[in-house]
DNA sequence: CTGAAAGCGCTTACAG
DNA sequence: CTGAAAGCGCTTACAG
């Protein structure tokens, strides 16, 4: 294993001046830097890792943590933040994370006492460990949330425009002249289940229609629940002509329910979606659905992050972005 | 931040003998070790990682390479791994690799001489950069690779018996009575393709079946080939009654076909996978496949690194798993 | 532009 | 059973 003394000696320097041509610092001569940059590629040096955060007290890497059953959302996450971070020259530490226990919340702190992280970002619901958010801001430990359920505090966030998107995929049901549209409702301790619901109720008012109780079903996210809500929909007095889960798992549940029904989708029934995850495109028929901008997201928060680790960005930055309409083949005009 | 010298100096003891109580080292006097540890509790002690690895000279951690396109596979090994070094203290570093890349590869030596991990795991196909294998090996770095191209030599691996599971799907569809069984052969450069195929071939054989070039169709693992192939058997001149794909994202290609061509399932037509991921239960109908074993061969390939690791497993272990059928509503009797 | 010294917070090897 | 010393390989703060 070379070392900074060895590339030092070879080089006829002191292992400061190592130190500067490896942390690229200014004040070194062009010669100088030459005749250490050509021993350290010679002897294959590579700074120890360890030695560097110890000796600056910067751990250089960033937490990731989560506390989900979506892995399909996690790793598109995980994904862009990975990718981010390494860029810009940052470890990533993945970190399980259970909300509803104390001691599951405390490991999270304790990657900052053992020094392991410089900063968080957070994937919902992780977000809630209110305690561990608190203890954070505290200790002076900057974090970024995704999609938050919490966003009256001044705290950093980013997330995407659910309001917006629900109400875009409801106009366009209404404009393929739907005029019954039932909706499955997501998880309730989730935020962006409230902001699909709204998003679709507003598109509705605009339209003249009024807001029917009747042609909404409580869901949970899970294709289960879209099981569930796509029978009790279609076994209705008035069943819909069209229904928008609020999200492609439940969407895909009821996909199910309009093959076990013998229905033609979307000649009888229209169904879409919101996420985009892959399963979208791999049902029959395709799924018309809201893109949610995931990497963006991911790539977004770990930009913000890595500027406040840098001491570049100090007010706490909340970023929107937005959805985007994806028309595939499970929708079509309202049967007459 | 507390330090060891504070919990020390609080105790009333040398920092050696609060090193001897953390790292649950012998010939501690009892009474000393609980005054120790209380020390430790009342200031809120967690030791400095950096400071560790920096003198013990072991990242107490292991890498975890993959050059893969399936996150939905990705993400199921890295939960498994991920779980099973927590538990065992170590921690998880994600690396990327494209295998096709020499600089990608080298970073991936990189981890080793920076000192940041202890061991690998790499996931196919990034176990097909020969040269890093080679090099780790050389340079007496332990790895652990999970169903690799390459099982020639005594080098460490976990696999699934994918031989074994094509064989029992294929045989489950002939005591059904389907004597024309397509096959939608996997990416012919990876070896668990030609491993099922072959399972798929003998079971035939078995049974008194010739195999039938005309009811295979070279795929690539992808949905679009599984379209591809769906098409092209059922567009022959004698259409197979079941259809296997080798895999689930395959199978869901050829179920969107059958919907396509107005085909019931499994009424006119038998569809089967193999996987058993999420995929699989949430089109319609759900769909019969092979379980891999894939969490237990993500904490097998974990055990065994570390095993490696702490100097107990000194033999290369090589290890198969038994995958499962999973009958679902996707297969049914052979139409008469 | 360059360097000598001190120190980051632990563990190792050795002594008692 | 316990501890004093040295050292892991870097960076920091300071001096020149």
Redesign the interface.
């Known amino acids: 294993?070379t070392t900074i003394d060895n590339v030092a000696k070879r080089a006829g320097v002191s292992i400061k001046t190592v130190s500067r041509v490896i942390n690229q610092e200014p004040y070194v001569a062009e010669e100088t830097r030459a005749r250490v940059l050509k021993a350290m590629a010679e002897m294959?040096y590579?700074?120890?890792?360890?030695?560097r955060?110890?000796a600056s007290g910067r751990?250089g890497a960033i937490g990731f943590v989560y506390h989900n059953p979506s892995?399909?959302y996690?790793?598109?996450v995980?994904?862009g933040v990975?990718e981010k971070a390494?860029e810009s020259g940052y470890?990533?530490?993945?970190h399980?994370c259970n909300v509803h226990n104390a001691k599951s919340c405390d490991e999270v702190l304790?990657l900052v006492?053992?020094?392991?992280v410089d900063g968080f970002i957070f994937t919902p619901p992780s977000d809630v460990a209110a305690h561990v958010l608190t203890q954070l801001q505290k200790a002076g430990v900057p974090f970024v949330r995704i999609t938050p359920q919490e966003r009256t505090s001044s705290r950093a966030y980013v997330t995407a425009d659910d309001h917006r998107g629900a109400f875009e995929m409801t106009r366009y049901l209404l404009n393929l002249g739907h005029r019954r549209i039932g909706f499955i409702v997501g998880d309730p301790s989730q935020i962006a289940s409230q902001q699909r619901l709204e998003g679709y109720q507003e598109a509705l008012l605009l339209c003249g229609q009024r807001d029917d109780a009747a042609l909404q079903y409580q869901g949970d996210f899970s294709?289960a629940s879209g099981l569930r809500g796509g029978r009790a929909l279609l076994q209705g007095p008035m069943p819909p002509t069209a229904i928008f889960a609020s999200n492609d798992?439940m969407a895909?549940g009821v996909?199910?329910v309009a093959?076990?029904f013998g229905l033609d989708v979307p000649g009888q029934l229209s169904i879409a979606g919101f996420d985009n995850i892959?399963?979208a495109?791999?049902?029959?028929?395709a799924l018309t659905t809201v893109a949610q901008p995931i990497h963006d997201l991911a790539v977004a928060a770990t930009e913000i992050l890595i500027g406040m680790l840098r001491g570049e960005v100090t007010e706490p930055e909340q970023r929107t972005l937005p959805t985007t309409l994806i028309i595939r083949a499970s929708t079509g005009p309202c049967p007459v």
Request: hydrophobic share 40%; net charge neutral; glycine share 2%.
């Open positions: 294993m294959g590579v700074a120890n890792v360890s030695a955060r110890l751990a892995w399909q996690i790793s598109s995980l994904r990975l390494r470890e990533t530490v993945i399980p304790d006492r053992q020094r392991s294709y798992d895909a996909l199910t093959h076990e892959d399963l495109w791999q049902v029959y028929p």
